[in-house]
């Protein structure tokens, strides 16, 4: 992501997230901190369809924001983002990913559960309009003689 895309994703947080979108300086804001975050948009010939955050301060990552407009839902681009997400997280020497899903967005629960993300706890009445969020942790350093999961793949 770069500083032109942001009205663009500033439009589709606010179409997306009505509730609970980001204002454009936060954007801004977030991109300006280079040594600690990491944005990405998707884009097909229709423009911008997804975008994706991360902040990482050692040893922690975490997801900021993951969207997918509904038109391109089921294409593959929300993995597509997580995995470049997590794979930064590697590269900046996360040992843990963690994240807030609506309680009401099972799709994305799903999503975070096929890569490998546990629920390990409840922040109640989190988002503005009362719902709670489920914190998720992928852990990126597994004792050995774990299994893999899709996260653990290039």
Same mark, same amino acid.
């Given at each position: 992501?770069?500083?032109?895309?942001?009205?663009? %994703?500033?439009?589709?947080?606010? !179409?997306?997230?009505?509730?609970?979108?980001? &204002?454009?300086?936060?954007?801004?804001? *977030?991109?300006?901190?280079?040594?600690?975050?990491? $944005?990405?948009? =998707? *884009?097909?010939?229709?423009?911008? +369809?997804?975008? =994706?955050?991360?902040?990482?301060?050692?040893?922690?990552?975490? %997801?900021?924001?993951?969207?997918?407009? &509904?038109?391109?839902?089921?294409?593959?681009?929300?993995?597509?983002?997580?995995?470049?997400?997590?794979?930064?997280?590697? !590269?900046?020497?996360?040992?843990? +990913?963690?994240? *807030? %899903?609506?309680?009401?967005?099972?799709?994305?629960?799903?999503? $975070?559960?096929?890569?490998?993300?546990?629920?390990?706890?409840?922040?109640?009445? $989190? $988002?503005?309009?009362?719902?709670?969020?489920?914190?998720? !942790?992928?852990?990126?350093?597994?004792? =050995?003689?774990?299994?893999?999961?899709?996260?653990?793949?290039?």
């Amino acid at each position: 992501m770069t500083v032109d895309d942001v009205p663009t %994703v500033n439009a589709l947080e606010q !179409r997306l997230f009505p509730a609970d979108a980001w &204002p454009l300086q936060m954007f801004l804001d *977030e991109l300006s901190q280079t040594t600690t975050r990491r $944005y990405l948009v =998707a *884009e097909t010939d229709a423009g911008i +369809v997804g975008y =994706a955050g991360l902040m990482c301060i050692e040893p922690i990552a975490d %997801v900021q924001t993951i969207a997918v407009v &509904p038109e391109f839902e089921g294409r593959g681009i929300g993995s597509a983002l997580l995995t470049l997400l997590i794979g930064e997280a590697r !590269r900046r020497g996360a040992g843990d +990913v963690l994240l *807030e %899903v609506r309680a009401d967005n099972p799709r994305a629960q799903q999503l $975070y559960l096929r890569f490998g993300f546990e629920q390990i706890h409840i922040r109640r009445k $989190y $988002y503005r309009d009362g719902v709670d969020a489920l914190i998720m !942790r992928l852990q990126l350093t597994r004792p =050995a003689g774990l299994g893999t999961t899709k996260a653990d793949q290039p």
